[in-house]
T-cell receptor
Framework: GENVEQHPSTLSVQEGDSAVIKCTYS??????FPWYKQELGKGPQLIID?????GEKKDQRIAVTLNKTAKHFSLHITETQPEDSAVYFC???????????FGPGTSLSVIP | DADVTQTPRNRITKTGKRIMLECSQT?????MYWYRQDPGLGLRLIYY???????NKGEISDGYSVSRQAQAKFSLSLESAIPNQTALYFC????????????FGPGTRLTVL
């Protein structure tokens, strides 16, 4: 079955700097790659996603890139702000089955 | 009101006890999921249901059972709780005709002593 790895497990950046989180997946049939943000005491919430027919997607300060050949995808956050501090999860799935496999998470701290 | 609700939000129980966690949703989604979150392990799928008559095991179903009472309700049971089932449990929903987004509840923190 699908396996998703995620690095780093923890990340600290200064406010205004960029943060990058990297994930790899094992199943070449996966074609949907969402990213979820989990704030303290809350459930995860989708922040951006990308499908296999697209190499990059951007939404304001957040961007995701996908390399299907290498089976890895990354989340980029620019101009980080304290409210970006949270746990971020990458995930992969085969859309038609809709069973999403999550990575272990990255705890991001943005230092004011 | 929240679209996906979970009860209870916190529960402390003893080894061997039976416990039920409940999830309700007002989003009208057919698909519902139960996940377990442990530090360093992320979210692991326990069970999922694509409609009222469909129940499927996830990655870590041993020791758990589920019931889909209605489109809006999906319950997770621990028949005989053990300490290593201490974790944060999340319910989620998704719409197969929509965008594949999963909508999570606020979580239930379960402690088994």
């Amino acid at each position: 079955g699908e396996n998703v790895e995620q690095h780093p497990s923890t990340l600290s950046v200064q406010e205004g700097d960029s943060a990058v989180i990297k994930c790899t997946y094992s199943d070449s049939a996966s074609n949907y790659f969402p990213w979820y943000k989990q704030e303290l005491g809350k459930g995860p919430q989708l922040i951006i996603d990308i499908r296999s027919n697209v190499g990059e997607k951007k939404d304001q300060r957040i961007a995701v890139t996908l390399n299907k050949t290498a089976k890895h995808f990354s989340l980029h956050i620019t101009e980080t702000q304290p409210e970006d501090s949270a746990v971020y999860f990458c995930a992969a799935s085969i859309t038609s089955y809709d069973k999403v496999i999550f990575g272990p998470g990255t705890s991001l701290s943005v230092i004011p | 009101d929240a679209d996906v609700t979970q009860t209870p939000r916190n529960r402390i129980t003893k080894t061997g006890k039976r416990i039920m966690l409940e999830c309700s949703q007002t989003k009208g989604h057919d698909r519902m999921y139960w996940y377990r979150q442990d530090p360093g392990l992320g979210l692991r799928l326990i069970y999922y249901s694509f409609d009222v008559k469909d129940i499927n095991k996830g990655e870590i179903s041993d020791g758990y059972s589920v019931s889909r009472q209605a489109q809006a309700k999906f319950s997770l049971s621990l028949e005989s709780a053990i300490p290593n089932q201490t974790a944060l449990y999340f319910c989620a929903t998704s719409d197969p005709g929509g965008t594949d987004t999963q909508y999570f509840g606020p979580g239930t923190r379960l402690t088994v002593l």
